[in-house]
């Protein structure tokens, strides 16, 4: 029998965290190497840092009550041959 534990697409969540806090810190970077940081990029970084947290916090709520032990997909592949 082949399970998948519920707790994989927890981890595939975190992965694409990691993946969106490198892009904003290469934005952040690039911001300032380059030289352009206005008021307006100032205020556009601060809102994407405003909005993706409140995405996060509002997940995290979310997600608080879920029971990850469980099995999202169970396969009995043991009866797929029988001829």
Known sequence: MF???????????????????????????????????????????ILIFAITAVVVYFTFQLLAEVDWSLLMVEFNYSNWFNF
């Not at 690039?30 to 352009?36: D, E, K, P, Q, V």
Request: aromatic share 20%; hydrophobic share 65%.
């Open 3 to 45: 399970t998948i534990p519920l707790y994989v697409i927890l981890l595939l969540y975190f992965v694409c965290l990691a993946v969106i806090a490198s892009f904003y810190l290469v934005f952040v970077y690039h911001l300032i190497t380059t030289a352009s940081f206005t008021a307006i990029s100032a205020f556009v970084v």
